[in-house]
């Protein structure tokens, strides 16, 4: 299976901002609807958006909408979710996925590592 590789978490205060990446090993995702899912401390991984093959759909869930923006760029196969106005629940493994769909979970590849996000003062 198509594995991911995540990139770009850290540890930033409340109102911060981050950007993280997706790259895939074997794949060309251009014609994948992708998404970004996280799995904070104790909690089960959640899907919180996806973005379908072309770029011109996306779907958040609303803790997250109009702070965080998923985008991909198919000539470079990245994917992207841009993440301002940090909150501490942000705090979370983030992981990304080919998905069957752009607004529910149903992961299609391997789980990469993910990349630690933590918003702390």
């Known amino acids: 299976q198509v594995q991911f590789v995540e990139s770009g978490g850290g540890l930033v205060q409340p109102g911060g901002s981050l950007r993280l990446s997706c790259a895939a090993s074997?794949?060309?995702?251009?014609?994948?609807?992708m998404g970004w899912f996280r799995q904070a401390p104790g909690k089960e991984r959640e899907f919180i958006a996806g973005?379908?093959?072309?770029?011109?759909?996306?779907w958040y869930i609303g803790a997250i909408e109009g702070r965080f923006t998923i985008s991909r760029d198919n000539a470079k196969n990245i994917v992207y979710l841009q993440m301002k106005n940090l909150e501490p629940d942000d705090t979370a493994v983030y992981y990304c996925?080919?998905?069957?769909?752009?607004?529910?979970?149903?992961?299609?590849?391997?789980w990469g590592q993910g990349t630690q996000v933590t918003v702390s003062s």
């Open positions: 996925n080919a998905n069957q769909y752009i607004n529910s979970a149903d992961p299609i590849g391997s």
């Open positions: 074997e794949l060309t995702m251009s014609m994948a609807n």
């Open positions: 973005i379908n093959w072309s770029g011109s759909s996306t």
